[in-house]
């Protein structure tokens, strides 16, 4: 069993259901079946990709992100999904590091095209063209004749490497954690189970696809249970996402905590017909569930996960109790364990590191044996998350290991971003903290010394910053201090820093 197979496998049962939902427009599973079987018969013909090679897949929401993933998997080949809020710098080095030749993407990106044929000279642009033509619909109907879902998976099997997730890491570099087929199949079937999904499901996918809970339980869920993807086009205003789920009919949304933050806040045009909401990508604190729920009377779980995982590791259950601030218990076929330093398993209510096991834990990070080793142990992957289980089992995360923020779900690094401001000139010691914030959970803020006798300037720090990072990795705000406070040892004390009052 591969991705491919099994969404074969839900295209020869539903043919001419509708798979997915864009704006006005209905694709049919045969559709994107048929648009699957094209891109991956031009990836070969036209780009000579072939089984192993990395395809980098940088797209915005939209259908071409879905039938190009599965295009490229039917290759045999390994999908890279590229976070497209990045910049060409950030981009290059997941090019570089990965190995890609060939970089599926769209005019809607094209600003940055030219930087990075300029920086790769043999990289490969495979510009995706606009499905809703009538001369690519033609060359689609030509595929279909010729494929069928039984004929159209190449023998993709489950130990081969089917997606590299690049994630931040603490040195500043992202690693690409490396998914195999089955580890995705494990993650989808347990997921299924513990949200109780069903073929009439649909969800309404309104986060990134690049992102690896999106990419598991927005897409790869629905479409390999037989069910439905609402895809949102845009999140703003909220009432607009709402109508959206009202007219799908939508059943199921995946989202994360500042979101349901902002329904709690809208008004609310007529009774939704989500039957459960899912909570992930970052802590969802206990006033949010509380109000959601008592406005809409709507299941909201929330759970955690990693993409080192697949990424769903934990989930409140849809039925039983669910405990207001826990991450829930382990989903089926994962196991969890609170574990000190040495690997000795704790008891209920000792804090420790949460560690899992399980199918859907990856088969370690690309290229980077060193790295991988520090996150494995055993057969157990440190998710440097620091939390405990109480005597019901129901685990909670009290506090990070790593040194890590989330802004909007999204992880980041604060030593990537020191990395980039020491290379402005004049800047002699950097140090940055989170700052906790009601809409995107928590904002970078940059602690800087300058050398003796250079007079820095924020605007100046942030356009250098923001030509070079995300814009969601720029600092909010910058700090000017004489010194830094360090320790005996002259480690910088963040905690210190957190204190401060800006």
Not at 359 to 372: D, Q
Not at 396 to 416: F, H, Q
Not at 447 to 452: G, H, L, R, S
Request: hydrophobic letters at 40%; charged letters at 25%; one cysteine or more.
């Amino acid at each position: 069993m591969s991705l491919v197979s099994a969404f074969a496998s839900s295209v020869r049962k539903h043919p001419d259901k509708v798979a997915l939902f864009w704006g006005d427009r209905e694709y049919s599973y045969t559709e994107l079946w048929s648009q699957s079987i094209f891109v991956s018969e031009q990836l070969k013909q036209r780009f000579g990709v072939q089984a192993g090679d990395r395809v980098g897949l940088w797209l915005k929401n939209c259908p071409e992100f879905v039938t190009s993933f599965f295009g490229i998997v039917r290759t045999g080949a390994v999908v890279v999904p590229i976070n497209n809020f990045l910049k060409p710098d950030e981009i290059n080095y997941i090019l570089g590091d990965a190995g890609i030749d060939v970089l599926v993407t769209d005019a809607e990106l094209s600003a940055h095209h030219h930087a990075l044929e300029s920086a790769r000279p043999h990289l490969k642009l495979f510009k995706i063209e606009t499905f809703a033509e009538e001369g690519v619909k033609r060359r689609y109907a030509e595929e279909e004749e010729r494929q069928t879902p039984e004929t159209g998976d190449r023998g993709a099997v489950a130990s081969e490497l089917a997606v590299l997730i690049y994630t931040s890491g603490t040195t500043g570099r992202p690693k690409g954690a490396m998914l195999l087929h089955r580890n995705l199949l494990h993650n989808v079937e347990s997921c299924r189970i513990v949200l109780q999904t069903v073929e009439g499901d649909r969800f309404a996918v309104l986060l990134p696809l690049f992102h690896s809970y999106m990419l598991t339980v927005g897409m790869l869920l629905p479409l390999l249970v037989g069910g439905s993807i609402v895809l949102v086009k845009s999140l703003h205003p909220v009432r607009n996402v709402l109508q959206e789920i009202i007219l799908r009919k939508a059943t199921a949304l995946p989202a994360i905590p500042q979101f349901y933050r902002s329904m709690v806040n809208a008004p609310m045009p007529e009774p939704l017909p989500l039957r459960l909401c899912i909570s992930g990508a970052a802590p969802l604190p206990v006033k949010i569930l509380e109000e959601f729920e008592a406005k809409f009377h709507i299941p909201l779980i929330e759970g955690y996960g990693l993409s080192e995982a697949s990424p769903v590791v934990t989930k409140n259950p849809l039925d039983g109790r669910r405990k207001a601030g826990s991450i829930g218990l382990p989903i089926p076929n994962v196991e969890v364990s609170i574990q000190d330093d040495t690997g000795r398993e704790l008891g209920a209510n000792e804090a420790g590191e949460v560690c899992v096991r399980g199918g859907n834990v990856m088969a370690g990070y690309w290229k980077n044996p060193e790295e991988t080793a520090k996150v494995m142990r055993h057969d157990w992957l440190l998710t440097g998350d620091i939390g405990c289980r109480d005597e019901d089992g129901y685990y909670y995360i009290t506090d990070r290991k790593k040194d890590m923020l989330l802004v909007n779900g999204i992880n980041v690094y604060p030593r990537e971003i020191e990395e980039i401001l020491y290379q402005y000139p004049g800047v002699k010691e950097v140090a940055v903290v989170g700052k906790p914030d009601s809409r995107k959970g928590e904002l970078p803020i940059a602690f800087i010394a300058a050398n003796e006798g250079e007079v820095l300037g924020e605007a100046a720090l942030l356009n250098f910053v923001r030509k070079r990072l995300a814009d969601y990795k720029v600092p909010r705000k910058v700090v000017f201090l004489p010194c830094l406070p360090r320790n005996a040892t002259g480690k910088i004390l963040k905690t210190e820093l957190r204190t401060i009052k800006l």
